[in-house]
């Protein structure tokens, strides 16, 4: 949270300074602990998101993609940030990567689509799909974080090397530790490639799909 919180500081200073304040060590406002903590229910976490402006992709978003689906999944999807079928749907994977997402999960899963959750890095869509920045993806990392919590899923597959990344911290290429098991406090982790680097390269849905099996195989052991 303390990434969130910095960004919330950030934002009370510029405030300040448009009524007149001149930044100072003494900080002439200061806001309740509390007030700093992320709601505990998604409704009132996504509401929050919705009316976030803490960084610049705010400023360029036509929706923010909060994330969809169970609000009590057993298995959650995480990719990297929203493209431009979802900035204008306001909806994660919706495009050409959201339908083989779809299809993944229902003819490799046997799930559907509503039963799992799916979310991304970042909440709104970096321009022109860039990477989003590290800032962009530490500002807005604790709502996914908070969705974690909240969620409590057994199992979070990591869509792509940047997914990967924020969730572990490790920096290790997606090629080299893709259906690798990543145990964490509360739940697991397994990368690999995003639906959108399939659709370039096709001939890796074959991992992809090993990837899957394994996904089918701990569900089964978890539930």
Do not use: W
Request: aromatic share 8%; charged share 25%; proline share 7%.
């Amino acid at each position: 949270m303390k990434n969130l919180k910095n960004a919330l500081l950030l934002k009370q200073l510029y405030q300040l300074k448009q009524l007149g304040f001149n930044y100072t060590s003494v900080f002439p406002y200061k806001e309740e602990e509390s007030n700093l903590l992320l709601p505990n229910t998604l409704e009132k976490l996504k509401k929050q998101a919705l009316e976030c402006h803490l960084c610049e992709l705010s400023k360029s978003r036509t929706h923010v993609v909060f994330g969809e689906g169970d609000p009590h999944a057993a298995l959650m999807f995480v990719g990297e940030a929203p493209g431009s079928s979802e900035d204008s749907m306001g909806k994660p994977f919706v495009g050409r990567s959201g339908e083989l997402l779809t299809k993944m999960i229902e003819n490799v899963l046997h799930l559907k689509r509503e039963n799992v959750y799916i979310a991304n890095i970042v909440k709104c869509r970096p321009p022109n799909n860039r990477t989003p920045t590290p800032i962009e993806a530490h500002t807005c990392q604790p709502y996914l974080l908070k969705q974690i919590e909240l969620i409590k899923p057994k199992l979070i597959v990591a869509l792509g090397a940047t997914a990967y990344h924020y969730l572990t911290g490790d920096e290790t290429p997606i090629s080299k530790i893709r259906g690798i098991l990543q145990q964490q406090e509360n739940y697991t982790i397994i990368p690999t490639y995003h639906p959108s680097y399939l659709l370039r390269n096709p001939s890796a849905k074959k991992e992809v799909f090993d990837d899957l099996l394994k996904v089918a195989v701990l569900m089964k052991s978890k539930l």
